[in-house]
């Protein structure tokens, strides 16, 4: 395995390559062996170690074929370079193209970004656009033996393609939530440190071609990033009551974490993606307890419309007790569609979160702008902005507050203003 950067000779990375990548830069074909074999030997090599380490794979074997060309592959080796070599981590270039990538001591949202720079880069390819469908992750801590069956998997595939035959000791294939396996899945969100996959993304307001200026964080735990590592094959999200007694059971988990570091993670202004019946709960009673003079007030309580509608009553008494309190509420989730069914002052809620997709711009968009208006100026957020398309579109309907990659790309340091 030799020590450099992935297609720069940096050292501090580790680098394997598949046999398919020796058509690369003549630093690269300097580089030989069974990248399959040694990720196999690595993973084995970590097992005594693996607390802190991540891996990922990067499923560009399924890209169409035009866009694995070397090139391609050389420029995705690029995008891994400055996070493998912060971290010490290790690529191992597949003979099929994958890319796996070992990591110590990573953020959960350092690896994201890392990964969402090459996911970028294939925008176009129809790959990209299925949930899910770009990566899988392992936490190592508890994924360890998961790694270790996906490897030699790959290698079996590759014997395989290369008249070797063989078993392959394969996944199974992706089973339903059922209530045996939400417990278990519960139990395990339990050994966790959820500290480790918090997520904060700013939701800004962006005047013309003026920088965005930052309102408030959101702070957040993707079920998907505990999903991957904990039981990648099974459908989480396939039965929506399962899955929303899921997220009730991490709300809890999370208020825990933020009563106990409120200074780590309320520093600021702040917004929280909860259940209703979260705000019931004595885990909310015990975080606001902790809030400090009138932190209450630069907090945002994100609630989905599915849940409100769920039980109305319930989501009126919780409203009622966390305005009082001096929270302010947002209905998130709202779609082109969905959005001209709600009256904002009716409901109760301070803003309305609205989420960007291709529709937005196919649609009646004077209808929607209309809407927009009617739930008042500085009230609308437009969420999933991973382009500066929809800022355009969302400047073109009357919004003015904005969250996504393209806006954390365009706050990154160093990074200009639109114009």
């Known amino acids: 395995m030799a020590f450099i950067g992935p297609g720069t000779g940096r050292t501090g990375g580790h680098l394997a390559l598949g046999a398919n990548m020796q058509g690369l830069d003549p630093i690269l074909q300097r580089q030989s062996g069974n990248a ?40 995705a080796l690029a995008g891994l370079d400055d996070l493998i070599s912060r971290r010490d981590g290790r690529l191992f270039v597949l003979d099929n193209n ?20 090459i996911k970028f880069l294939f925008q176009d390819d129809p790959l990209t656009k299925r949930d899910d469908a770009f990566s899988t ?66 939701v800004c307001v962006i005047i013309g071609d003026n920088h965005p200026e930052p309102v408030f964080e959101e702070i957040y735990v993707r079920i998907a990033d505990l999903q991957r590592p904990l039981m990648p094959n099974v459908n989480l999200f396939g039965n929506r009551w399962l899955f929303q007694h899921l997220t009730q059971t991490l709300d809890l988990r999370v208020l825990t974490l933020l009563a106990r570091r409120p200074s780590q993670f309320l520093a600021g202004p702040a917004s929280l993606n909860l259940n209703v019946d979260t705000l019931l709960s004595q885990a909310f009673l015990a ?25 109305v009553k319930a989501f009126e008494f919780a409203r009622e007790f966390v305005r009082r309190k001096g929270y302010r509420i947002c209905l998130d989730g709202l779609t082109a569609r969905s959005f001209g069914l709600f009256d904002r002052e009716q409901l109760g809620f301070d803003l309305f979160k609205l989420f960007w997709d291709e529709s937005l711009q196919m649609g009646d968009t004077d209808a929607l702008a209309g809407a927009i208006k009617a739930a008042g100026i500085g009230r609308v957020i437009l969420a999933h902005c991973d382009d500066e398309r929809a800022i355009d579109h969302g400047h073109a309907l009357g919004i003015s507050m904005f969250q996504g990659r393209y806006v954390d790309q365009v706050l990154a340091p160093g990074s200009r203003p639109r114009n």
């Open 137 to 202: 992750w392992y936490d190592l801590s508890i994924g360890h033996r998961d790694l270790m069956r996906t490897a030699r998997r790959l290698l079996q595939e590759k014997m395989e393609r290369r008249g070797g035959g063989g078993e392959t000791d394969g996944f199974a294939e992706i089973e339903p939530i059922d209530p045996t396996t939400l417990h278990k899945f519960q139990t395990a969100i339990e050994s966790l440190d959820l500290s480790a996959y918090m997520r904060r993304q700013p």
């Open 287 to 311: 975080f606001d307890a902790v809030l400090k003079g009138d932190a209450q007030q630069s907090i945002v309580l994100e609630l989905q419309a599915f849940d409100v509608f769920a039980d």
């Open 98 to 117: 994958d890319f796996v990538m070992l990591v110590k001591g990573a953020k959960v949202s350092e690896v994201d970004e890392a990964v969402f720079q």
């Open 36 to 75: 399959e074999e040694q990720l196999i030997n690595y993973a084995q090599q970590l097992e005594a170690t693996k607390m802190g380490w991540q891996a990922v794979r990067l499923h560009l074997s399924e890209l169409h074929q035009v866009n694995r060309r070397d090139y391609n592959i050389r420029i």
